[in-house]
């Protein structure tokens, strides 16, 4: 096994202490009790199914088990659309608010009732139709956090065509690759996003995405920016030219009847090579998974205001912003913005006027606003906060107890949510109100679910015992079917180092109490503020500039982000580097893959270490970026080149 990501976290996670056992009160009223799962994972997801979501045709058996194939509520035909929208306007939640949208700039707000989302979705549907996108059409999103986002997705479910959501901070090579490989024939865009009072021009992206992406025949575009844009003859279309004058009337647009196990969507995720991975996800087993999880674990009430603060182009956005909630009939709010604009204290002023009762958020934001001080949360009263949740990198527990002091007022319970694009749903978490909670630890999986942790040899370690590989024993409803088109790479990279059960690429172990302690990812996978990136994908775009020879890529603990990219690089023609050249380098990965990307430190080298047979040595690398002591160096073909390009680093910083 490979270093876990931060050691000074596991190290803290080790020492920590503290719990917090649920307050009677909570307990009371919460939603999970005590008995809520008997130990029977079928019976239990067999219930939920059944009460939770609304069949055309009744599913007749609950599972089909073929590993790594799995499929969920065989036999049932359902729409993830009526089951968001369509369903609550029929059972009297009309009114009921859908979403608080706000916009960057806080004058911008729209209330969408329930009414509103399914008059939106189907005049949407009905123009999606009229350009001819049908059942079975693949359709690629390229937006911001605008109400079309989430109107586009539910339209597209309804109309039964599975759609990829491209995060708009991603270039248009990245955008081009899953417009090709899922062979989008439609783009929903923007002009332009707001991103801290600044335009960021999505159209032109997109345009210099679907320039190389062929199968792409209509765009479809949402003005926001009011930015300049060149609409293409014959494909590009204003969403309001198309959208407005359609009819919203459901009936004019019947939710299709979608088998249980019909593709619903596929995201895009980094994995350990090059390219990205298309995680396919189908329909009944995702809704379930998201709406089940979501309804225990932030103790979802009729009153509830709700707000994932993520951005729906991943994956917590499309499980906890979108279908989750909606299938749960859920108030929640939706934000545009960035936590700093106008001032730091956005995300509290949000809370304050819209009195939400849950935050769900990445520890990277956490830890964003404990540098920036508990004086903007103390301005704003927080107090209609019940519960506050955490995803996406493991939570040191100084970040967990600040999160619960500051913003939870010491009081509230805070779930910290492990789980992965792949998983769909969340896996390990506590359930508020039953849960004792420990700083730091994702605490027990979710009824229904079966993770362990394994040795090299795939003997499960048992509680206690030491750290090993986090692996999922059993299917869940929300798991991914498959790789789009790549069912080798499917079983090779989740299913082949522990035959029939679910690698899930990172470290972790079980306490005595059989609490999981998430330790970070153990392959080429790296976590910046909650994002994941591939070190071999940044390889690529580094060495795809003309002047750069080699490059290695690896990851360091911050602060702050998690995780921060370094890049040792050789230039070409054994040339220096320069400060110039670095920002070069590092806006040029922001082109080829996207900001989010961009390496926090470059640091030219005349050499990278390597074995006597020619491998890159990425673990005397780490030990570098950590600037911590080197480990075994006998290996290496000349082993001075570590110490030079350590006094390097450190000139560097
Ligand atoms: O390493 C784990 C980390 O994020 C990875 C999954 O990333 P992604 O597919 O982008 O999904 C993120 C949002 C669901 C995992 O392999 N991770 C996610 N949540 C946690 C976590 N690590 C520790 N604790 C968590 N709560």
Same mark, same amino acid.
């Given at each position: 096994?490979?270093?876990?990501?931060?050691?000074?976290?596991?190290?803290?996670?080790?020492?920590?202490?503290?719990?917090?056992?649920?307050?009677?009160?909570?307990?009371?009223?919460?939603?999970?009790?005590?008995?809520?799962?008997?130990?029977?994972?079928?019976?239990?997801?067999?219930?939920?199914?059944?009460?939770?979501?609304?069949?055309?045709?009744?599913?007749?058996?609950? +599972?089909?088990? &073929?590993?790594?194939?799995?499929?969920?509520?065989?036999?049932?035909?359902?729409?993830?659309?009526?089951?968001?929208?369509?369903?609550?306007?029929?059972?009297?939640?009309?009114?009921?608010?859908?979403?608080?949208?706000?916009?960057?700039?806080?004058?911008?707000?729209?209330?969408?009732?329930?009414?509103?989302?399914?008059?939106?979705?189907?005049?949407?549907?009905?123009?999606?139709?009229?350009?001819?996108?049908?059942?079975?059409?693949?359709?690629? /999103?390229?937006?911001?956090?605008?109400?079309?986002?989430?109107?586009?997705?539910?339209?597209?479910?309804?109309?039964?065509?599975?759609?990829?959501?491209?995060?708009?901070?991603?270039?248009?090579?990245?955008?081009?690759?899953?417009?090709?490989?899922?062979?989008?024939?439609?783009?929903?865009?923007?002009?332009?996003?707001?991103?801290?009072?600044?335009?960021?021009?999505?159209?032109?992206?997109?345009?210099?995405?679907?320039?190389?992406?062929?199968?792409?025949?209509?765009?479809?575009?949402?003005?926001?920016?009011?930015?300049?844009?060149?609409?293409?003859?014959?494909?590009? $279309?204003?969403?309001?030219?198309?959208?407005?004058?359609?009819?919203?009337?459901?009936?004019?647009?019947?939710?299709?009847?979608?088998?249980?196990?019909?593709?619903?969507?596929?995201?895009?995720?980094?994995?350990?090579?090059?390219?990205? +991975? !298309?995680?396919? $996800?189908?329909?009944?087993?995702?809704?379930? !998974?998201?709406?089940?999880?979501?309804?225990?674990?932030?103790?979802?009430?009729?009153?509830?205001?709700?707000?994932?603060?993520?951005?729906?182009?991943?994956?917590?956005?499309?499980?906890?912003?979108?279908?989750?909630?909606?299938?749960?009939?859920?108030?929640?709010?939706?934000?545009?913005?960035?936590?700093?604009?106008?001032?730091?204290?956005?995300?509290?002023?949000? /809370?304050?006027?819209?009195?939400?009762?849950?935050?769900?958020?990445?520890?990277?934001?956490?830890?964003? $606003?404990?540098?920036?001080?508990?004086?903007?949360?103390?301005?704003?009263?927080?107090?209609?906060?019940?519960?506050?949740?955490?995803?996406?990198?493991?939570?040191?527990?100084?970040?967990?107890?600040?999160?619960?002091?500051?913003?939870?007022?010491?009081?509230?319970?805070?779930?910290?949510?492990?789980?992965?694009?792949?998983?769909?749903?969340?896996?390990?978490?506590?359930?508020?109100?039953?849960?004792?909670?420990?700083?730091?630890?994702?605490?027990?999986?979710?009824?229904?679910?079966?993770?362990?942790?394994? &040795?090299?040899?795939?003997?499960?370690?048992?509680?206690?015992?030491?750290?090993?590989?986090?692996?999922?024993?059993?299917?869940?409803?929300?798991?991914?079917?498959?790789?789009?088109?790549?069912?080798?790479?499917?079983?090779?990279?989740?299913?082949?180092?522990?035959?029939?059960?679910?690698?899930?690429?990172?470290?972790?172990?079980?306490?005595?109490?059989?609490?999981?302690?998430?330790?970070?990812?153990?392959?080429?996978?790296?976590?910046?503020?909650?994002?994941?990136?591939?070190?071999?994908?940044?390889?690529?775009?580094?060495?795809?500039?003309?002047?750069?020879?080699?490059?290695?890529?690896?990851?360091?603990?911050?602060?702050?982000?998690?995780?921060?990219?370094?890049?040792?690089?050789?230039?070409?023609?054994?040339?220096?580097?320069?400060?110039?050249?670095?920002?070069?380098?590092?806006? $040029?990965?922001?082109?080829?893959?996207?900001?989010?990307?961009?390496?926090?430190?470059?640091?030219?080298?005349?050499?990278?270490?390597?074995?006597?047979?020619?491998?890159?040595?990425?673990?005397?690398?780490?030990?570098?970026?950590?600037?911590?002591?080197?480990?075994?160096?006998?290996?290496?073909?000349?082993?001075?080149?570590? &110490?030079?390009?350590?006094?390097?680093?450190?000139?560097?910083?």
């Amino acid at each position: 096994m490979t270093q876990p990501q931060d050691n000074q976290n596991i190290a803290s996670l080790l020492l920590e202490q503290r719990r917090y056992p649920p307050s009677p009160d909570f307990a009371a009223q919460a939603n999970a009790k005590a008995d809520l799962y008997d130990g029977d994972p079928d019976e239990f997801w067999e219930r939920e199914g059944r009460d939770r979501l609304s069949w055309f045709t009744p599913f007749t058996k609950l +599972k089909e088990w &073929d590993p790594p194939f799995a499929k969920w509520y065989l036999g049932g035909t359902l729409n993830a659309c009526y089951n968001c929208v369509d369903r609550h306007v029929e059972n009297g939640l009309g009114d009921k608010v859908a979403y608080y949208w706000e916009g960057e700039n806080p004058a911008d707000k729209i209330t969408i009732s329930y009414a509103d989302l399914q008059r939106r979705v189907v005049k949407a549907a009905n123009a999606f139709k009229e350009l001819g996108v049908s059942k079975g059409s693949h359709v690629g /999103i390229y937006m911001g956090m605008v109400p079309e986002l989430p109107v586009t997705m539910l339209a597209l479910a309804r109309l039964g065509a599975p759609f990829t959501v491209v995060f708009g901070g991603f270039s248009p090579d990245s955008l081009s690759g899953r417009l090709n490989d899922m062979q989008c024939q439609y783009v929903v865009t923007q002009d332009g996003s707001w991103r801290r009072g600044k335009v960021f021009d999505l159209k032109v992206n997109a345009d210099a995405a679907m320039d190389s992406a062929p199968s792409v025949t209509t765009c479809i575009v949402v003005k926001r920016g009011g930015n300049d844009v060149v609409m293409k003859d014959g494909r590009d $279309h204003w969403w309001a030219d198309v959208v407005d004058r359609q009819s919203d009337d459901p009936a004019t647009c019947p939710c299709e009847p979608m088998d249980s196990e019909a593709m619903l969507f596929v995201m895009y995720s980094s994995g350990t090579t090059g390219k990205p +991975k !298309g995680v396919v $996800h189908t329909t009944a087993g995702y809704l379930a !998974g998201t709406s089940t999880t979501h309804h225990y674990i932030f103790d979802i009430k009729p009153e509830t205001v709700y707000w994932c603060a993520a951005d729906i182009g991943w994956i917590t956005g499309h499980s906890y912003i979108v279908f989750g909630p909606l299938v749960n009939a859920t108030t929640s709010v939706m934000y545009e913005g960035t936590p700093d604009y106008p001032d730091k204290d956005r995300w509290w002023d949000i /809370i304050e006027r819209y009195k939400a009762t849950v935050l769900y958020c990445a520890p990277t934001a956490i830890r964003t $606003h404990m540098k920036w001080g508990p004086e903007y949360a103390q301005r704003h009263d927080l107090s209609s906060l019940k519960v506050l949740g955490s995803v996406g990198e493991p939570i040191n527990p100084e970040a967990w107890v600040w999160y619960r002091d500051n913003i939870g007022a010491g009081k509230t319970p805070v779930v910290d949510t492990w789980w992965q694009t792949e998983n769909g749903m969340i896996l390990i978490s506590p359930l508020p109100g039953v849960t004792t909670l420990k700083p730091g630890s994702a605490t027990k999986p979710f009824p229904g679910i079966e993770p362990a942790v394994y &040795d090299n040899d795939g003997n499960e370690i048992p509680p206690g015992q030491g750290a090993g590989f986090l692996v999922v024993k059993k299917p869940w409803p929300a798991m991914l079917r498959g790789l789009y088109n790549d069912n080798d790479r499917f079983r090779d990279v989740y299913w082949s180092r522990f035959p029939g059960v679910y690698m899930a690429g990172d470290g972790a172990r079980v306490d005595e109490d059989g609490d999981f302690w998430l330790m970070g990812r153990i392959d080429d996978v790296m976590n910046v503020s909650g994002h994941r990136l591939s070190t071999i994908e940044i390889e690529s775009a580094l060495v795809d500039h003309p002047e750069v020879a080699e490059a290695a890529v690896t990851a360091r603990s911050d602060a702050i982000t998690g995780q921060a990219v370094v890049a040792y690089v050789i230039l070409k023609g054994g040339k220096d580097g320069s400060p110039e050249k670095a920002k070069e380098l590092r806006d $040029h990965v922001a082109k080829v893959i996207g900001p989010i990307a961009k390496p926090a430190n470059i640091v030219f080298t005349p050499e990278l270490p390597k074995t006597r047979s020619g491998k890159i040595m990425r673990r005397l690398l780490k030990d570098v970026a950590e600037n911590r002591a080197l480990g075994d160096t006998t290996t290496l073909a000349d082993a001075s080149i570590v &110490d030079e390009i350590a006094a390097r680093a450190k000139a560097e910083a």
